[in-house]
């Protein structure tokens, strides 16, 4: 229904943080679920028949960001609106830490043998169909996918991922971080990236623990340990051992710790490291954070240390190395100076969902991978061995013409140097880069600073400006969409869940993104345990001004225009009285947040005089609040401090749930007078 109403001319959606699921936290999900008598199969981690196959496939559609190629039928503008950001200069947030004078912190990445080296890419003459085989060495064939529709002038690309000089390159960067004495990091995205990255995560895994997971092999083996799916598994299910083996098996794992580099901890006070679930492994929230921390991560004591942070594909690592080596030479960013970092990206249509979709196998043996349209004439082919990851991609023409067009655009309102970040060495690039020298002339560019470079000149060029204080629009591909408005964003205000993400609809309608929710589950254990949630909902509501408006443009509605201008009022009193929710208990969380936008927002409508009406409805409701302020504050806090129950993690109970976020009965009393 959602992706039907994105294809409405006159939609206006307002798109809430995805909560990306890995395979972990779908287990979690079912037994959840199926407690509460719902009847839902287990998942099925290797299908060995039709049946499960079939399970697995139901499974696999909700797994990482399931509804972003549903409703995103338009292109991303993130960035912050002009009140968010200039508070942050005004109040530069205080979590940047500086640089030491020596700093081993660096990216290890691959350097042959990864998608980035391997990549393949053509643009289609005419539409028709594909599909993707795997040929054996012997010239069998097997067919993986099939009916893969094509378009007239979309691009394709396709690579693949050597297992053995994958792990080959762990082996390496394991005993390089262990010699130099730093931790070792690990940093991919297994939730949006939900076929791929969890392999490339086990594959660290199995290497890191591999002296125990070879010693115990047999046991390991009945017990259905997957390494994939992080070392909490195998604590979780040695549990069902005999006393002594598990506690031979614990004590070998402790072993391990001592041999190989000391890991970056996730949380150091309950021993989970950065191998633990590959659910906490989400490279956008995790790198901008060791840049913020002076090049530095949390360790098992519970201290900052300098890392290895691995990013095995070259795609993209090295944008990560960019900015870390400006910082080792300049410095930590000033918050209070540096210039705004805006995003246009290509995202229409499932455009570049790297390792996210249905077209990213496992090889199933030594052979080739190809790419084949409907006549049998191969289109692009890999050499892959068994296990290996191959990965196809697609994006479409229309969305590439439109992304150019918003690129020009966002470059013409805010007169902002506009940098396309596309790596002439890198297959797929070098066919956008076609595509754009073909479109960028069709608009006016007149007075426009619009460039091409490569992600790593794209940094460079972007950090210098940024540190001078200048803005820059980064018009960069899906993938780099996602890592940018975290990257900047943190850095610049501490957070990226401030960020606005307006995206016009390909068909005229507008679809309004809010926030990043990465962060989610673990805000939501927190409240589970003490009853404080931390969740910072300004995203949402600079949405909802982006919404109001973009309504009362469309049906020339003044009391739709007259809300978001007074929502926006709101949100730059809530920035500048610092109503955000604290991380710690028994302070203002989300539900005092909210209260004071809501005391802001019906405080401007008290005081507007453009309409009576909303004016005369809105003056009690200001009072009441206003008068009851200190109360109400008393009571959201007092709330606080113990263990909350909502009747379920993944489907809590509605009402239980609506009496944890309510509790206070003076606040709850006035607005449901309204």
């Known amino acids: 229904m959602c992706g ?27 037994t959840e679920l199926q407690d509460k008598g719902y009847d839902i199969p287990d998942y099925p981690d290797d299908p060995a028949n039709d049946e499960q196959r079939a399970v697995h496939a139901q499974f696999s559609k909700v797994i990482g960001s399931a509804v972003n190629p549903v409703i995103r039928e338009g292109n991303s503008d993130r960035r912050a609106s002009t009140a968010v950001k200039e508070h942050g200069k005004r109040n530069p947030h205080r979590m940047m830490q500086d640089w030491p004078e020596v700093s081993k912190t660096r990216v290890g990445h691959m350097t042959s043998g990864d998608f980035y080296g391997s990549e393949q890419a053509v643009t289609i003459a005419e539409a028709g169909s594909a599909a993707i085989e795997f040929v054996s060495r012997d010239g069998r064939v097997t067919e993986l996918k099939s009916g893969i529709p094509l378009q007239s002038g979309e691009i ?14 762990y082996v390496e960067e394991m005993d390089k971080a262990k010699a130099e004495d730093v931790l070792l990091s690990f940093h991919v995205k297994t939730t949006m990236m939900r076929v791929s990255d969890p392999i490339i995560f086990g594959h660290c895994v199995s290497v890191y623990y591999q002296d125990v997971l070879d010693k115990h092999a047999p046991d390991l083996a009945e017990l259905a340990v997957n390494p994939d799916n992080g070392i909490a598994e195998l604590y979780t299910k040695i549990q069902a051992l005999p006393d002594a083996k598990r506690a031979e098996i614990e004590a070998d794992i402790q072993a391990v710790y001592e041999i190989r580099p000391k890991l970056s901890m996730v949380n150091s006070n309950r021993g989970i490291t950065n191998l633990h679930v590959p659910s906490d492994v989400i490279i956008d929230a995790s790198m901008p954070v060791i840049v913020r921390d002076g090049g530095r991560t949390w360790g098992p004591d519970n201290e900052l240390h300098d890392t290895i942070a691995i990013i095995p594909d070259r795609s993209y690592a090295t944008i990560y190395q960019a900015v870390i080596e400006d910082c080792q030479e300049h410095g930590a960013y000033d918050p209070s100076a540096v ?7 290509l995202m229409a249509q499932a455009a570049e969902e790297y390792g996210s979709h249905d077209k990213t196998f496992k090889a199933p043996g030594n052979g080739t991978i190809r790419v084949v349209d409907a006549s049998g004439t191969t289109l692009m082919e890999q050499m892959v061995e068994e296990d290996d990851i191959f990965r196809m991609c697609q994006t479409k023409d229309a969305p590439i013409q439109d992304w ?14 506009s940098v396309f970040w596309l790596d002439p060495e890198r297959a797929h690039d070098a066919e956008l880069i076609k595509k754009v020298d073909e479109y960028l002339p069709l608009h006016d560019t007149t007075g426009l600073d619009i460039r091409t470079m490569s992600p790593i000149d794209a940094m460079r060029f972007t950090t210098a400006r940024s540190r001078a204080g200048e803005d820059t629009i980064a018009v960069t591909g899906n993938v780099l969409r996602d890592y940018l408005t975290d990257l900047f964003p943190i850095l610049e205000l501490g957070t990226s869940a401030k960020m606005l993400s307006v995206v016009p609809l390909l068909e005229g309608g507008g679809l309004f993104e809010t926030g990043a929710g990465g962060s989610a589950p673990r805000h939501v254990q927190q409240f589970l345990e003490e009853g404080h949630l931390r ?8 949405a909802l001004v982006a919404s109001f408006e973009h309504y009362g443009e469309v049906f020339n509605s003044s009391e739709a225009k007259l809300l978001g201008k007074t929502l926006d009022q709101a949100i730059g009193e809530h920035l500048e009285h610092q109503r955000a929710p604290s991380r710690r208990v028994n302070e203002l ?22 309409d009576p ?13 206003t008068d009851n302020e200190d109360k109400i504050v008393q009571e959201l806090v007092e709330a606080q401090g113990q263990a909350v129950d909502i009747g379920g993690y993944y489907r809590p109970i509605t009402a239980m749930a609506a009496n944890a976020m309510r509790p206070s009965a003076t606040l709850n009393a006035i607005v449901d007078a309204i």
């Not at 693949?160 to 994958?166: D, F, G, H, K």
């Not at 150019?404 to 140097?417: F, K, M």
């Open 404 to 417: 150019v067009r918003l690129g020009v655009g966002r470059a013409r309102i805010t007169n902002s140097a």
């Open 589 to 610: 969380d989300t539900r005092g947040s909210h209260f004071y936008l809501g005391l802001y927002w019906a405080q401007a409508l008290a005081q507007q005089t453009e």
């Open 535 to 542: 969740w910072d909902s300004l995203g949402e509501f600079c």
């Open 156 to 169: 394709i690309d396709c690579a693949a991922m050597s297992v053995r000089e994958l792990r080959e390159f």
């Open 339 to 345: 210039g705004s970092v805006s995003n246009v990206g």
């Open 4 to 30: 039907e109403l994105c294809l409405d001319p006159s939609a206006n959606i307002i798109k809430l943080p995805n909560i990306s699921a890995s395979i972990p936290q779908l287990k979690s999900a079912i």
């Open 613 to 625: 009406e909303l004016q005369a409805r809105f003056t009690e409701v200001a009072r009441q609040m």
